[in-house]
Every structure is written in C-alpha cells, then in structure tokens.
C-alpha cells in the first residue's frame, strides 16, 4: 500500500516561492508516477504536475509556464514541487497523488488511485 505525506505548505507573497515535498512512507512507489493536483475553493481538480517512474520524464499543466518544476528523488518515492513566481490564483489546497496503475506522467486524476491529506498554499498580495 502506499501512504503519502505532503510538506512545504504555506503562506507566500505574490511572486514568492514554495517548495513542496511529498514522500512515500511505505517506499513501495518506486514502479508508479507520482505527481500533484490541486482544489482551489470552489473549483474542482485541477493537474498541476507529474513525473514518470523514473523521474526521468516529466508532465507539467499549460498555465506553469515554467514557474513550477516537478522533480523526483533518486530512491523514487519521494517528489518534490518547486513553486516560482507564484500568483494569487495559485492559492489552493495541493495533493501528492501515486498512480498505483501506470509508470507514465498522466494528467488524468483517473489513473490516480492513492492521495496524501493535501497541503495548503496561499498567495497573497
């Protein structure tokens, strides 16, 4: 089974930075991708970010532009989510998720069976 624990949550000023980490406690993820979605309020889930298997190949949503970057520890259970430049509408509730079906970057929640509690980010002027 997999149990996912998010860190790095917080409170920013428009244009700061975050990191967010999120790591496999059973460390039983290393042949799934893992990656982030996020839940702002009144909106529904929306992909953020995905990393294969390998942590070799990436899948990052159109509206990142380059500001976050996904990345993938060496033992492969834990990912990271590096958060630049960010906007108030970033301000939402971040989920780790494993697929526990494919060791693709996919962006649809539905090849997402395991999420962590979430952690909340909030971007502020």
């Known amino acids: 089974q997999v149990q996912l624990v998010e860190s790095g949550g917080g409170s920013v000023q428009v244009g700061g930075s975050l990191r967010l980490s999120c790591a496999d406690s059973e460390r039983t993820s290393e042949s799934y991708a893992m990656g982030w979605f996020r839940q702002a309020p009144g909106k529904g889930r929306e992909f953020v970010a995905a990393?294969?298997?390998?942590?070799?190949?990436?899948n990052h949503a159109d509206f990142v532009k380059g500001r976050f970057t996904i990345s993938r520890d060496s033992d492969k259970n834990t990912v990271h989510l590096q958060m630049d430049s960010l906007k108030s509408e970033d301000t939402a509730v971040y989920y780790c998720?494993?697929?526990?079906?494919?060791?693709?970057?996919?962006?649809?929640?539905?090849?997402?069976?395991?999420w962590g509690q979430g952690t909340q980010v909030t971007v502020s002027s």
């Open positions: 998720v494993v697929s526990g079906l494919t060791g693709q970057a996919m962006a649809d929640s539905r090849w997402y069976h395991y």
């Open positions: 990393v294969d298997w390998s942590g070799e190949h990436t």
